[in-house]
């Protein structure tokens, strides 16, 4: 019963994990016309738990993407310099779509893993009780 209840576990954080990261993607399509937005990027981590040893997934921290901001050319905004540019953002639309898509993909991977376990947990438990 605990190789169940570490698969729960782990397919737990799996979700956590994917449900934050498509927060800041949903974050980074909402200011892709932000100027001075620095997308907001993250990894995974391994997190081995002490109670029972298993390994699970959670987010790292979240850091903003180095990559230079695009300069946009409209002398009649009011953030624009003498020469008529401003800071945009440094969001690709088509980057955060693949990245949201991704997610979208791996959440559902781990949700179809939990309720399979669960599945299996219960049926398990029913032949036990006969």
């Known amino acids: 019963m605990a190789d169940f209840s570490n698969t729960l ?3 737990a954080s799996g979700l956590k994990a994917q449900s934050m990261r498509l927060r800041y993607v949903s ?3 909402a200011n892709v016309d932000t100027p001075g937005y620095h997308r907001k990027v993250t990894s ?3 997190v081995v738990s002490q109670d029972n040893g298993a390994a699970e997934v959670q987010l ?3 850091q903003l993407d180095p ?3 695009a300069r ?12 008529g ?5 440094n969001v690709d639309l088509v980057v955060e779509i693949a990245d949201a898509r991704e997610a979208q993909r791996s959440y559902e991977a781990n949700l179809k893993m939990f ?16």
């Not at 540019?85 to 953002?89: A, E, K």
């Not at 309720?115 to 029913?126: F, G, K, N, V, Y």
């Open 44 to 46: 995974f981590e391994e």
């Open 67 to 69: 990559k230079e901001l």
């Open 72 to 83: 946009i050319y409209d002398p009649g905004n009011p953030m624009a310099d003498e020469n």
């Open 60 to 62: 790292g921290p979240v």
């Open 85 to 89: 540019y401003y800071d945009g953002s």
């Open 9 to 11: 576990s782990v397919s």
């Open 115 to 130: 309720e399979q376990t669960r599945q299996m947990s219960s049926a398990l438990m029913d032949l036990l009780r006969r």
């Open 27 to 29: 974050e980074n399509i």
